[in-house]
């Protein structure tokens, strides 16, 4: 475990509101809220662990988990939060070395999560079909660390899959029944598949299709989780609860029998 930040280090500042600042060392400069411009290279020799002045404000540096990578992406578009990427790469068992394909990219919010998973030997191929999300993401992924275990592709995912036996595909598109026919034949046997999709409608024609081919252990599930603020005058839920976020569908690729 490293003591002190040294070059080339990826570091997280959190403020004292738990507002999370990846930066790169390396990097020439970095603009963090209510600061303003700062030099990276700065934080070399910093102690992992202890609270740091930069302008006015207080700084804890660490290096970054997973969830502070997270939490620290730049939104464009509806991002997958935290909660439901953990519930995929679980149902989906994606694990080190494995081949992953997600469509599409959006902020790239849960490419950093399996990016994570499937590191230092798999790989994460992304499909998106706008070239200013990927430029977006990949923004987003730079800054994790994390780009060497992600490619992207301008594709739609709905016309077509290069990639065989793979893993997993996980979608996040609005239209993910017209991809499940691609979706089937690019899995391996064992492979899994998982769709994010904020209606119920789509969920529905998402699972009539997969239906019609060869998938078994089809479920759908809506993640509910409610922070309990603990004070010294007692403990109860937060008001300030996430609602709906999307349902999540999988299923796992068989052969017919
Ligand atoms: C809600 S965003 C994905 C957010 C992403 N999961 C995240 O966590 O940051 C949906 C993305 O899918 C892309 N998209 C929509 N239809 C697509 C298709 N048929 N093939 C590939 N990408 C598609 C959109 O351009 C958009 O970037």
Known sequence: MKKYVEKNDVVVLIDSNFRKYIVDTNSKTDKIKGVGVLDPSSLIGKEYGKQLEIGNKQFWILLPSVQDKLQ?????AQIILPRDAAHILINCSIESGQHVLEGGIGSGSLTIALASAVAPNGK???YDVREDFIEHALKNIRKTG?????ST???DITKEI???ELDAIILDIPNPWEAIENVWNALKVGGYFCSYSPLISQVEKTVKELRKHSFIEIKTFENIQREMVVSIHGTRP???MLGHTGYLTFARKILQS
């Open 72 to 76: 620290s992406v730049h939104r464009r």
């Open 124 to 126: 994460i191929i992304s």
């Open 146 to 150: 994390l780009e060497q275990y992600v």
């Open 153 to 155: 592709k301008l594709k």
């Open 162 to 164: 290069e990639e065989k």
């Open 238 to 240: 937060s008001f300030d």
